[in-house]
């Protein structure tokens, strides 16, 4: 715990209403991300409103050695934002201001805790687009979308955070401001900084505003909902849309299973579908709804009639449009209301995807029927999200330990095929241990040298990642 005189003074950095001390009952969830641990402790929580006020608060906590957790919209998968041992909360809910929006230069200026889906908005009243989409885009902020270098429904098209980030302000921990690169589209004056902190989960810097890349709207997109009967036939399915002229914006799938606890959860999103199979793809693509009639009819009557594709499904509306990306946003969140949930967020390449999920279902075969694995994912990406979803009534402790043992069996499976341990939420408090499957010995060495050099007192977000 932070020691009260301490606590005094950093109240005295900021003005009165921008605190909650720990025994405010609102303070609590301030304390975790979705990841829910059972204990949590915090000493305070501050709003700041200005990068000046968080560089005041940072040097305080560097002079005095205090561990500062910055805290987003608190939607991270990984622990990330998590406190446990009394630490301060940096919240940035209450910067929350759009700065800047350059439709010609197509660049929007914000504020770390502007939110996902407000900066879609500001895009999008500007006829623009900013392309970063998640499930939990109306609480997830910017900041935290840098942090956790967020991927998202639409990576496919147009990458993730690293991509779409011109420009940060970061604030060090002994309190140093660095503006890096502001707007430029090009500037090749040595070693980007900005990527350190991409992805950084919070351990080196403090993100306190942005310079995002925005890009042109699609004219139109057509959906269709795909029944298909295995991964390797959603590989051809891929294969093929690759080939055709139109950019493919969204290529997402989940199981049969991951549909049902949608539906359990929420009896009124139903799958629109004759004939169920045990995978389903959504896929977006970047044209018009005559030439989709056009061109793609044919694909999809061969893609049918060679077994490909089993079934399919083409929304005509906004509304049907919605209905059916709602079955892959709820998803998470159903899970979530459905019983112990612990996820492994994986990618392997491509073209490893079908020898991957085959391998993963024998692993975990012998889980059932207590624990269920339900998969989804950007599949087009190679990502798939393994969700081991435990019956509520089973030990909490019986469900962690058997989802571990499985998920060491997992791990080297993942080396095996050159995948990655964490798509996307990251390695937080979670996956610390099996950094190693997806770095070497000389990538963390060089990780902790960074973090020694930008925080070497360790008082941001310690304990996490590294
Ligand atoms: C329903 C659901 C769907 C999701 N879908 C996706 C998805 O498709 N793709 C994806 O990538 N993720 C997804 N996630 C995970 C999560 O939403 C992302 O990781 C998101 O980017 C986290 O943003 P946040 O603001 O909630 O960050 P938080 O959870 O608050 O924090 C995440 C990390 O960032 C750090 N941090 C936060 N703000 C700052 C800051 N200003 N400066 C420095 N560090 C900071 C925290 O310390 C922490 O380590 C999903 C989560 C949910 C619940």
């Keep these: 715990m932070i020691a009260p005189q301490h606590i005094a003074h950093l109240k005295t950095l900021l003005p009165a209403n921008r605190h909650l001390d720990p025994d405010n009952p609102q303070s609590a969830a301030y304390a975790a991300d979705w990841t829910k641990p059972t204990s949590t402790c915090i000493s305070l929580v501050l709003f700041p409103e200005t990068t000046a006020q968080v560089v005041q608060i940072m040097s305080y906590c560097h002079q005095h050695k205090l561990a500062v957790v910055p805290s987003g919209g608190r939607t991270g998968l990984s622990g990330g934002a998590n406190c446990l041992h009394g630490e301060l909360v940096l919240s940035f809910d209450k910067m929350n201001q759009i700065k800047h929006l350059d439709p010609i230069g197509m660049t929007l200026h914000v504020e770390a805790g502007v939110t996902t889906a407000q900066a879609q908005d500001v895009a999008r009243e500007a006829g623009l687009m900013f392309a970063v989409d998640l499930a939990a885009k109306g609480s997830s902020q910017i900041g935290g979308n840098i942090a956790t270098n967020a991927g998202g429904l639409r990576f496919i098209r147009h990458g993730g955070m690293r991509e779409a980030v011109l420009g940060l302000t970061v604030v060090l921990a002994n309190g140093e401001i660095l503006d890096l690169n ?221 989802c571990k043992e499985t998920e060491a069996q997992i791990y080297p499976l993942l080396q095996k095929l050159g995948g990655s341990i964490s798509a996307e939420h990251g390695i937080g408090l979670l996956k610390q241990d099996d950094l190693h499957y997806s770095r070497s010995a000389a990538e963390i060495n060089w990780m902790k040298h960074i973090k020694q050099s930008l925080d070497p007192q360790g008082i941001l977000n310690p304990g996490k990642l590294l």
């Design 182 to 402: 502001s707007n430029l589209y090009k500037n090749n004056t040595g070693i980007d900084l900005k990527h350190l902190f991409i992805g950084s989960e919070g351990i080196l810097g403090v993100v306190t505003e942005a310079t995002l890349k925005l890009v042109q709207q699609p004219r139109e997109t057509s959906l269709l909902l795909l029944a298909i009967p295995d991964m390797n036939a959603i590989l051809q399915l891929l294969s093929e849309f690759r080939k055709q002229p139109a950019p493919i914006q969204a290529f997402e799938f989940f199981t049969h299973s991951a549909y049902e606890v949608v539906h359990q959860i929420h009896p009124n999103i139903a799958l629109p579908l004759d004939q169920p199979t045990s995978h389903y793809v959504l896929l977006e693509v970047e044209v018009e709804s005559e030439s989709f009639e056009k061109s793609y009819f044919p694909l999809l009557e061969r893609l049918l009639s060679e077994g490909i594709c089993a079934d399919a499904f083409i929304p005509t509306n906004t509304r049907e449009q919605g209905e059916v990306w709602a079955i892959r946003e709820r998803i998470t969140e159903s899970l979530a209301a459905s019983g112990h949930v612990h996820k492994n967020d994986i990618s392997v390449p491509v073209h490893a995807l079908a020898t991957f999920e085959l391998e993963v279902l024998q692993i975990t075969q012998h889980l059932q029927p207590e624990i269920r694995m339900i998969l989804f994912g950007h599949v087009g990406d190679g990502n798939i999200h393994l969700n081991y979803l435990g019956n509520s009534n089973m030990d909490r402790q019986k469900f962690t330990s058997q």
